[in-house]
């Protein structure tokens, strides 16, 4: 059974940081491409960042390009999303997802709320 | 970057009514087109892939259709387990849009 868990959530400062993990199981994590989505409070989806099963492509929203980095560790099988200079708008659940890459996404984690609040 | 736009935003139905809701793409995306079903405080489950193949274990009253830049998601008899938000989202030459999502809620 797949299972994404995610972590790191938190309330923070703007203009601070946060790490968010996923951890993987169930699957050959090395052989999909993983993703970043998160949902402000009562709004909708928003993909935020992917990465190739290498590590080798790396997209992501304009909304984060350059704030935010996307990366994973194949022999641990976790996900991880950098997230820095945050900003009130970052304000989110964020999930991690799975997927063929340059594909849609087929599972999903629970998330991890992100507060940004002074 | 593909905007995709989602329509209605809120449908009433009740159960048994066939429903149908519309995905609209700025430009042509083929069939890269997936549908979601979310309901409040859960993940998001993948119920479509390329515009029209269902997912293993989603039941067959859902139904997807079209391509290029027009899709449809069709529920065929609305059960009280529907009533949920449905997002797409487009995956096509590595960049990936939801749309804004259409609510289904009870009559």
């Known amino acids: 059974e797949v299972q994404l868990v995610e972590s790191g959530g938190g309330l923070v400062q703007p203009g601070t940081s946060l790490r968010l993990s996923c951890a993987a199981s169930?699957?050959?994590?090395?052989?999909?491409?993983m993703h970043w989505v998160r949902q402000a409070p009562g709004k909708g989806l928003e993909w935020v960042a992917g990465?190739?099963?290498?590590?080798?492509?790396?997209f992501y929203a304009d909304s984060v390009k350059g704030r935010f980095t996307i990366s994973r560790d194949n022999a641990k099988n976790s996900l991880f999303l950098q997230l820095n200079s945050l900003r009130l708008e970052d304000t989110a659940m964020y999930y991690c997802?799975?997927?063929?890459?340059?594909?849609?996404?087929?599972?999903w984690g629970q998330g991890t709320p992100v507060i940004v609040s002074s | 970057d593909t905007q995709m736009t989602q329509s209605p935003s809120t449908l009433s139905a009740s159960v048994g009514d066939r429903v149908t809701m519309t995905c609209r793409a700025s430009?042509?995306?083929?069939?890269?087109l997936a549908w979601y079903q979310q309901k409040p405080g859960q993940a998001p489950k993948l119920l479509i892939y390329?515009?029209?193949h269902l997912e293993t274990g989603v039941p067959s009253r859902f139904s997807g259709s079209g391509s290029g830049t027009e899709f449809t998601l069709t529920i065929s008899s609305l059960q009280p387990d529907d009533f949920a938000t449905y997002y797409c989202?487009?995956?096509?030459?590595?960049?990936?849009?939801f749309g804004q999502g259409t609510k289904v809620e009870i009559k």
């Open positions: 997802a799975k997927g063929v890459w340059n594909s849609y996404l087929q599972d």
């Open positions: 169930g699957f050959r994590f090395d052989d999909y491409g």
């Open positions: 990465i190739s099963w290498n590590s080798g492509s790396i």
């Open positions: 430009q042509s995306i083929s069939s890269w």
């Open positions: 390329k515009a029209s």
């Open positions: 989202l487009q995956y096509n030459s590595y960049s990936w849009t």
